[in-house]
């Protein structure tokens, strides 16, 4: 499958802020026909699709409000519904507080897992799609273990082994999809900002003494690995991005 971005239709969880909207920016300067994105807050969204708009030319990105744990099949329908055909799916909606528990689980994880499902099946070429690329938003979490953030890490676990499942070359030679995940290290974003530990009485005062010593990076850096990952990558990998470092298969 070509391996560029020209004139593909990109849909972006969580993409009014942060990483998504990095990726989104990236993608439309590569060629992207359209980033639809997806998020669940009115303003930032609408805000976002006007300024990328403003910077790549009408249309070029387009906001749906979204709730991903209970919007897939109407926003998903009207996608495929005004586009016909979906070329990517970043699944990049996440949270990170370890005192909400099952909503970690039910965004980070299964929420991912049923966007990644529905595109799977208007994708694949066994079906008269036409292929395409799902790539979900691990996390240095994803495969490296500490003491603070045991629900988190869970979360994001499971998206490694499900990317890597779904991903794996059969599942790529009957499809035509390749299924691929980043795992940014540290990154400066509204998610980062106020994080909570599972045990934050006890935990947050050495959670907090422990971040300030990791290789932090800015959102332009996970923004470039996204294209670089797309770009280069084969189905079933996944790629850190740390400290803004030259992305590693992981």
Not at 92 to 119: C, H, P, R, Y
Not at 159 to 188: D, Q, W
Request: proline fraction near 2%; charge should be positive; include cysteine.
């Amino acid at each position: 499958m070509a391996r560029d971005l020209k004139n593909k239709v990109v849909v972006i969880t969580g993409g009014a802020v942060g990483i998504g909207y990095e990726i989104a920016d990236r993608y439309l300067q590569k060629g992207a026909k359209v980033t639809v994105l997806l998020d669940i807050d009115d303003r930032q969204g609408t805000e976002a699709a006007k300024s990328l708009c403003t910077k790549h030319g009408a249309n070029r990105a387009v906001f749906m409000k979204c709730d991903v744990t209970k919007d897939l099949e109407p926003v998903s329908n009207k996608i495929i519904e005004t586009y016909k055909t979906v070329d990517v799916l970043i699944n990049n909606a996440g949270i990170l507080n370890d005192q909400l528990g099952k909503k970690t689980i039910d965004i980070n994880v299964w929420a991912l897992i049923e966007w990644s499902m529905k595109f799977w099946e208007h994708m694949r070429t066994d079906r008269n799609g036409k292929g395409g690329t799902i790539i979900n938003l691990a996390s240095i979490y994803g495969f490296r273990v500490d003491q603070y953030l045991p629900i988190y890490q869970a979360s994001k676990f499971a998206v490694m082994g499900f990317t890597k499942s779904l991903g794996h070359a059969y599942n790529f030679n009957r499809s035509g999809i390749r299924v691929l995940g980043i795992c940014p290290g540290f990154t400066e974003t509204k998610l980062t900002a106020d994080p909570k530990t599972w045990d934050d009485q006890c935990l947050g005062k050495d959670f907090g003494v422990f971040v300030k010593k990791q290789l932090w990076q800015k959102v332009d850096s996970v923004g470039k690995a996204a294209v670089d990952v797309f770009e280069k990558a084969n189905s079933g990998t996944a790629w850190l991005i740390e400290g803004a470092k030259p992305i590693v298969e992981v």
